[in-house]
């Protein structure tokens, strides 16, 4: 199972586990470690994670630090942890701030099992700073976030990459923050920059400013909508035919219904559900034998590519009212309401049936 696909699997165990937890033990336990293990880490190993590491600093005796990773026998990330739902801030990283000071360790970690906030001393050496450079959500986390969590495994974890690397991703992150602050909500200073130039001698009114800021809110929906269209037309050749994106042996074929009609655009929550499914799937199937080929109605799932071999449909185009198509043995399509993509994971047992009767069918 690849790395994304562990995370996914511990992101749909959380979702519907979290309620129970109770308490920092419980949240350890059944969130933290199992996110320890992921990253390449022997939780049950004290020379390589140790538990309740004593921070003794200055007169602050007998504080400790809930885990330290090892490397060589010395602390290279240390993990404090509270319990799920506690709202994160810096005032909880007390223990992380001291034993920061006095060890070797170039990284802290702050989080409830559901948010992972990362530290280390871009400010000053050795002391921890107070803004973190990293935060990865284990329930709704992207591809760029995988491939930045992946940088802390213990297969590829290098200090000096990461800390070349963390200042920029610092500033990336904050700017990236503070654009979709304006996508949302756009500010009075932003309104009034990116009209300057087009108000000429009108003064900047209440009035302006709110036919501005609606102006602007559509001009970055609009900007993005067609930044994403543009990225999926070069995937894509207007032919007469279903097209099929050339994949390598690791990544499974994307087919696109292009005739006549318009453009169909697969979005990234269809994407996400055909990872769900090849995530759910792999245990039977090679993943590069279950490819995705797009309609305008839905999206089909479909083994080997095969029109015939239908495992399941996404019918995604309404975002209010996102709907699963699991075809039975009779070849129907039965469908399933879902609140959120994630939820695919709850049909696991009807999708294994569909492929696996495909896969137990004499060859045609």
């Known amino acids: ?16 586990t979290k309620a129970m937890i109770q308490t920092e033990e419980a949240t350890k336990n059944s969130m933290v470690m199992p996110f320890i293990q992921i990253l390449g880490y022997n939780v049950f190993d004290p020379m390589e994670v140790t538990p309740e590491i004593v921070a003794d600093v200055g007169t602050k005796k007998g504080e400790k630090v809930d885990y330290a990773i090892l490397k060589d026998g010395k602390p290279i990330i240390l993990f404090e942890c509270k319990k799920v739902g506690t709202d994160l801030n810096i005032n909880h990283a007390g223990q992380l701030f001291r034993y920061f000071h006095v060890t070797a360790a170039r990284f802290g970690v702050l989080t409830n099992g559901l948010v992972y906030k990362f530290f280390t001393d871009l400010e000053q050496p050795n002391k921890m700073d107070e803004k973190p450079f990293f935060e990865f959500n284990i329930l709704e986390f992207k591809e760029r976030d995988v491939e930045e ?15 070349t690397t963390a200042n920029d991703l610092k500033f ?6 503070r654009l979709a602050e304006w996508m949302a909500n756009p500010s009075d200073e932003f309104v009034r920059l990116v009209s300057a130039d087009l108000l000429g001698s009108r003064r900047f009114t209440p009035a302006v400013k709110e036919q501005f800021t609606l102006i602007a809110k559509r001009a970055f929906e609009q900007l993005i909508a067609e930044r994403i269209n543009e990225r999926l037309k070069g995937a894509m050749t207007p032919e007469s035919k279903p097209v099929a994106i050339p994949a390598s042996p690791a990544t499974p074929v994307i087919t696109v219904e292009t005739a006549a009609e318009p453009l169909v655009v697969t979005t990234p929550e269809e994407v996400e559900g055909f990872h769900a499914v090849r995530a759910i799937l792999r245990e039977i199937v090679t993943p590069r034998r279950v490819s995705l080929r797009d309609a305008q109605s839905y999206c089909a799932i479909l083994l080997d590519d095969n029109n015939r071999k239908p495992i399941c449909r996404l019918r995604f185009n309404n975002t209010q009212k996102l709907r699963l198509g699991i075809f039975n043995d009779n070849r129907d399509e039965e469908q399933f309401p879902l609140e959120s993509v994630d939820d695919i994971f709850n049909y696991s047992g009807q999708l294994k ?12």
């Open 353 to 364: 049936a569909t492929a696996s009767s495909y896969l137990s069918a004499p060859q045609e």
């Open 149 to 163: 969590l992946k940088k802390f495994a213990k297969t590829a974890f290098d200090l000096d990459t990461i800390l």
């Open 172 to 177: 990336t992150r904050a700017i990236q923050n």
């Open 1 to 16: 199972m690849d790395f994304i696909d562990r995370l996914r699997v511990l992101s749909t165990q959380i979702t519907n």
